[in-house]
Each structure stands twice: as C-alpha cells, then as structure tokens.
C-alpha cells in the first residue's frame, strides 16, 4: 500500500511541470470525479448532470449542479441489496439519499496541480459519509493524474493515522437516528487513505480511467459482492458532447455501468430562441390599432395616454421571459400606430395591477438604432428609467383559459422511488378590475400510480403534509385551487396581495401579504400572514377540523451575477416555530435551481426520518426548451422525505417573484433584447 501511494504522488508530482489539461469526468457518484474517487475539477459553470450508475445490486442516481466556477452540489438516491449492517444482519434492500459538495480551492497552474475539498452524504444516513482533500494535474492535454486523502468511507482500505494531528485522531460514531442530521463534528476526523487515479482521453469519443480506490464498501461486501482488489478500471465512449456511457471492472470481481447526461442553463438549444419577429418600424399608421397590435406581439394594454408629443402606455407582459423584451416590442409597435407628431415614448410594465418600472426614450433613438450592431447598448443610454410616479390606471381583462397536460412525480417514497400521475389540467383567471383576480385550476388524472401508495404516516405532528397518499388515492378530479385575489400598490415601493378561498390542495382560507422593495437596495421585505383549515381528501369543497394560523416574515437579498438568497422566520403550518433559508442562482432565461433548509422548535426525533425539512427547488422555462416565447415554467420542489414539520403554504402570486420582472434590476439584465 505504501508503495503504490508513493508511486501515485510521485508521478503527479514529477508531472508538474508539463503542460496542463484536465478531461471532465463524473464518477459513480455523480460528483466531477475517476470511477468511485473523486478529483480536482469541475464542470463548466452552470452545467447540470444526471448520473445512474449500477453495479453488484447497487443503483445511484445523482443530480450535480455546478453552483459556481469552483463550487458544485450534488443530490443523490440509491437502492442497495444485500447491505450488511451492524451486528452482520444482511438487509435485502436499503433506498438511501444523499446530499454532497465538492469545492476547487486552488485552480490548475503550470507548476501547481487543482486541489478540491469535498464531503459525501454529510446530510443523510451516512452510509456514503466521507471527507477528503484531492489533486488534480494535467500530464497533456489527453492526461491527468489524480491523488487524494480521504476520510470516513474513503479511509476504509490502507488507513494510517490522521496526518492532521491527535485533535482529528478519533472520528466520533455517527448517530443515524432518523437520518437527515449534519454531523461536522466527524468532518476530516479519525483515521485517513489515499486514493487516486489516471485518467486519459483517447480520442475525442474515447477515454481510459485507471483508479486505486480507498474505499472498503463496508455495507455492500456481503453476499454475492466481494471486495477482493482496490483497482478500478473504466472505459468511457462519449457519443455526443453531452451524454458519457461508462463500462466498468470494479474492485476486481464486478461489471459496473455508468451513463451521465448534462445540460446547462446557459446553452439553450434554440439559441436565441424562435421568437415571432418584431414589426417593423416604419410610417404610423393608426393609433387605433394599438391594442390588437400589441395583442399580437404576446403584450396587452392596460391603458394609454397621450400628453402632447409623449404617448404614453401601460402594458402587462405575457409571453416574454426578457421584460427588456416586452419593452422593445411595445416601442416597434407605438412608433408603426402612433402619429408622427409623438415624438416620445412611456412605456410601463404591469402585472396584476402592479405598475412596475417606467421607461422612456425619443422615438428618434429607436429608429436610429434598429440596426446598429450596438443598437441595445446605444438604446439604453438615450432611455430614462423610474418607478411608475402615476398609479396604474388599467381596463378589466377578459377570461383566460388554459388546457394542457400535466406531470406530477413523486420521487424517492421509500416504498417505490418513483410515482407519477399523468393528465390534464385546466386553467382559468379573470381579471374584472385592476388587480382583482379570480383563478382556479382543474386536473382530471387520466393514468398513474399516485393512488397505489400504501403508506400511512405515523407522525406525532398534525397531519399537514404526511398524509399525502390519501390525498393521492381519493378521486380523479381534484379542484387544486379557487381563489379570490386583491393586488393592490399603497405606493411606488409597497405592494400588498389578499387572497381568500381554496390556496392550494390542502388548505383554504385567507392569506394576507405586504412587501416593501427600498429603492436602490438588494434587500426587499414582507411579512405574510394566512388563517387557514385543512381541505379534505377528495381535493372538493370539504374540509377537515384543523384550522391554523400560520405566517412569516421575510428578507429577500438580491446578491448579484444571479444569486439569490431568502429568509422566512414565523409560524409554519403544523404550528411549529423556526425558520427557511432558501438559497438559488437564477439565470437570465429563467432558470433557477436552489436549495433550502427548515429548522423549528420540532425535535428530529418528533420530526421523523429525515430529521428536518430540506430540499431543491428547480424551475425550467418552457421557452427555453421550445424555443417559442411564454413565460410558463415547469417548476419542482423534491424532497428527500414529506414530513409535517416547517411545512408552508403553497400560494400561487407571492409578491416577491410576482413583481420581479417589473423591477429596475431585471430589466437592467435583460436589456440586451430589448430589440430582439
């Protein structure tokens, strides 16, 4: 063992100073990494890969996000068979969850290799749990060398003492418990081994990994596995940019296959999309028409006034993701439908009688740089932007239905990792007034297994999320919501939202919002409150005896480049108190992906498995996968485990994400479509 570690430092070392060069490659895990071992790269920022692996009865499925350039999350399921536990009792299967990160401290020089920092399944039960530290240098362009210490799981084959000192000399046992508790007391602690590996990109469809594994699989050497080598071998074709298949000889008695498939927010794959082109600006014709004209461009208007030479117009955004596009396409169609003697154009974006930023510039600029290949840039420095100084004054809008499929998963239900219903949802909202809104939504299931679920919770909380499955089971019509709404703008920087009747598929009640965005800052602030009862599981008219009340207050920081960060403290639904983190990068197309965290005076234990409310939230514009302009989105909240526990209301138009579009701060970013 000592040999082959001196073998592997020696040969990164003595590589130092070639040229560098490192092939990405996502191990078994799902995490940038060899076969099993991690290493010390990362992804392109943004990129998003999905990774199912097998081997001896073992299936891991991953998601690996890349939160930054040097920082990437992953999130991960697995079914285990044959796991041997304490006392040598063997299990036939263990579904387990797992949540890790790895960072890239250092980046790759000409002398100096990449080295990363990571830790496996720090939330969860353990059974992956491991720290390491790891470096990573390129040989040639074609090749790198890998050599890591690891800890917990990875210090399972040829540990030694902890080279960081007596203080990390004894790793305390993990208490699973429920499962789902952070334990950084064992961070980097008790014994450590080293790992490592080579790896080499034959072709540019071809790779080679050669892989000495520290880790000893003490849960899955049982049964027909057995662990009898720490050489791993892959070989790894590479189809398309995007999509990795792995064929794998793992600790010298077992076939492992592995596919990884990556996406990333920041390549669409419509580039550009495949908007309607804009009208083309040209002699006005009649202001009349103004309405249906912007109809057509996916904008309503709310009202219009014309003041001399400056026609000024209130419009609500309908299909565009870019609010700096719905700005561009209401200016191309003012200058074709207004007279010739409006010299100026007002433009203000609005959205359930919310009046959002105003933007004004000379029709002359407009003209000027249609065509200009710095046009947007030019166009933003002949524009004044300011919040809305008039209230909105709009018009009542029509019904609106919608009629489309629907999708709804339930994943990783320890009985069955994967349920779905499929069918069809109708939609529909009526705007009678400025800011009154009434919507409802209608799905009637058409196929799937959501009703199958046997599980009955055993939560010592008040059933407000565990009883899902009967909520599942009963009818195949569910009335998903029905309400009554009032948004309402006190002044240009506080906007206030009620809404009465059936929130969401659990509760109905009223629910009651203020929200106040300072001028100038990255902060916003809002306070909710809502008395609701529990409906009952026919998703009807019924309701259960549980009544609560429930709110919070909230703190919304926009971080910049994307990132986003808020806190709500208050009172959840099962009555506990406590707090949510919610951390997410948004992109520019309307991707978001976070991550978030509940903790309230709930023990873990009264909690149940899982310990505390956690997840991912990921939302996928339409647009972005069609290419054609809407700004529906197909959004996701999973769950490791539904428990009772820092459970919120599920409130369509919260007032933070519903004016976002409206604020200066999008509009600044999205500007450079403003003539798209």
């Known amino acids: 063992m000592r040999s082959c570690a001196i073998w592997l430092i020696g040969l ?14 996502y191990n078994s895990y799902g995490a940038p990494g060899l076969i099993d071992m991690p290493a010390a790269i990362s992804a392109p920022d943004a990129e998003l890969a999905f990774s199912v692996s097998h081997f001896a009865g073992q299936i891991r499925s991953s998601a690996t996000f890349q939160i930054s350039s040097g920082l990437s999350g992953s999130f991960g399921y697995a079914s285990l068979d044959n796991v041997l536990g304490q006392g040598g009792q063997v299990y036939d299967t263990v579904l387990d969850r797992r949540f890790a990160l790895h960072f890239r401290v250092l980046d790759e020089t000409r ?25 990573t240098k390129g040989f ?72 000495y594994s520290s880790d000893a699989l003490p849960n899955e050497d049982a049964g027909a596995f057995h662990r009898r080598s720490p050489w791993n ?32 927010p920041t390549d669409p794959p419509f580039a550009g999309g495949l908007d309607r082109g804009p009208l083309p600006l040209g002699a006005a014709m009649s202001q009349r028409g103004l309405a249906s004209a912007l109809a057509k461009q996916g904008l309503r208007l709310q009202g219009q006034q014309r003041h001399g030479a400056t026609l000024q117009v209130q419009v609500e955004n309908m299909i565009y993701i870019a609010p700096a596009q719905a700005v561009g396409r209401t200016a191309r169609v003012m200058a074709a439908y207004a007279p010739t ?54 018009t009542s809008v029509g019904p609106d239905w919608q009629i489309s499929p629907y999708v709804t998963p339930n994943i990783f239900d320890p009985d069955d990792p994967l349920r779905a219903d499929v069918g069809i949802a109708f939609r529909g909202r009526y705007e009678p007034a400025p800011g009154v ?33 009967l909520y599942d089971r009963e009818g195949d019509a569910d009335l998903i919501d029905l309400t009554a709404s009032w948004f309402a703008q006190p002044g240009p920087t506080v906007t206030t939202r009620l809404t009465a009747g059936l929130l969401e598929e659990m509760f109905g009640g009223l629910s009651a919002e203020i929200l106040w965005r300072p001028p100038g800052s990255a902060f916003a602030f809002g306070v909710e409150l809502n008395e609701v009862r529990q409906r ?12 609560v009340t429930t709110g919070h207050a909230s703190v919304y920081w926009d971080m910049g480049a994307g990132y986003q960060a808020q806190l709500d403290a208050g009172r959840y639904l099962a009555g506990d108190w406590g707090s949510t983190l919610h951390f997410a990068r948004r992109f520019r197309n309307g991707w978001s992906l976070g991550a978030f965290a509940t903790f309230t005076d709930v023990s873990f234990d009264d909690f149940g498995e899982g310990s505390f409310d956690k997840g991912i939230t990921v939302d996928i514009p339409l647009s972005w ?44 970013q999205s500007w450079a479509r403003v003539l798209r």
């Open 140 to 211: 040639r362009p074609d090749l790198a060398i890998t050599a890591g210490l690891g800890w917990g799981r990875l210090a399972g084959f040829g540990s030694f003492a902890n080279p960081l000192g007596a203080a990390f000399a004894e790793r305390p046992a993990r208490d699973i418990g429920q499962g789902g508790a952070v334990a950084p007391s064992a961070f980097f602690h008790g014994d450590a081994a080293l790992f490592g590996g080579v790896q080499w990109q034959a072709t540019k469809t071809f790779g080679a990994t050669l892989e």
């Open 12 to 25: 990164m070392w003595a590589t130092a100073l070639l040229a560098d060069g490192v092939a990405l490659r």
């Open 111 to 135: 002398h100096w290799p990449a080295i990363a920092i990571g830790v496996n399944d720090f939330v969860g039960t353990g059974i992956y749990g491991g720290e390491y530290v790891v470096a």
């Open 341 to 394: 003697e409006v010299r100026r154009f007002t433009i203000t974006l609005v959205s359930h009688g919310i009046a959002g930023q105003t933007v004004t510039f000379q029709r002359a600029a407009l003209t000027q740089q249609e065509f200009a290949y710095d046009g947007a840039a030019r166009l933003w420095q002949a524009a004044n932007m300011r919040p809305a100084s008039e209230p909105f004054q709009g």
């Open 437 to 469: 809104v009434f919507s409802g939504t209608l799905r009637q299931r058409i196929a799937g297994n959501l009703d199958q679920t046997t599980r009955r919770s055993e939560s010592v909380l008040p059933h407000v999320r565990s009883d899902f499955a």
């Open 233 to 264: 071998v892959a070989l790894t074709y590479s189809p398309r940019p995007n999509l990795h298949l792995s064929a794998q000889y793992l600790y010298g008695s077992q076939l492992g296959a592995l596919a990884t498939y990556t996406v990333n």
């Open 625 to 668: 996968i069609s290419g054609q302009p809407t700004r529906q989105t197909l959004h996701r909240t999973i769950r490791p485990v539904t428990r009772d526990g820092g459970a919120r209301l599920n409130i369509d138009g919260r007032l933070y994400d519903l004016t976002r579009p409206l604020t200066a701060s999008a509009l600044t």
């Open 536 to 547: 009952g599981y026919n998703s009807d008219f019924s309701f259960l005896d549980y009544q």
